[in-house]
């Protein structure tokens, strides 16, 4: 998994993470949002939140705003089992998803790079 992420410059969230991916579709189908969900496959870590701090897993489907998002976001907040996940969509399209004490993705992404 570790190796993926190096080898490709953006990897797709459901080789790099499949669970999560599998996860993510499944929390989206049940928040009523099935036409994000068929989009999961498709998405790519495109960078990661470079915060550092030790409970952040945040990473970004598109590349990150130079300032704020357009008048067409939105924030959808997931109801996952453990921590937490929420999505900044932008028009149809997942933008970042911020995941919040999930050690497994976040080991994932510090391979990602610096």
């Known amino acids: 998994m570790f190796s993926l992420i190096r080898q ?3 990897p797709l969230i459901v080789d790099a993470l499949p669970s999560f991916a599998i996860e993510l579709t499944e929390l989206l189908v049940k928040a009523n949002e099935s036409v994000l969900a068929e989009h999961v496959k498709a998405l790519r870590i495109v960078d990661r939140c470079r915060c550092e701090d030790d409970f952040c897993a945040t990473f970004y489907t598109e590349p990150k705003p130079s300032g704020r998002y357009g008048s067409d976001h939105r924030c959808i907040e997931l109801e996952p089992k453990e921590g937490m996940v929420i999505l900044d969509v932008v028009g149809s399209r ?3 998803v911020e995941v919040l004490y ?3 993705v976040q080991k994932v992404l510090r391979a990602f790079g610096p």
């Open 102 to 104: 999930r050690d497994e």
């Open 8 to 10: 490709t410059q953006h």
């Open 94 to 96: 997942i933008a970042r």
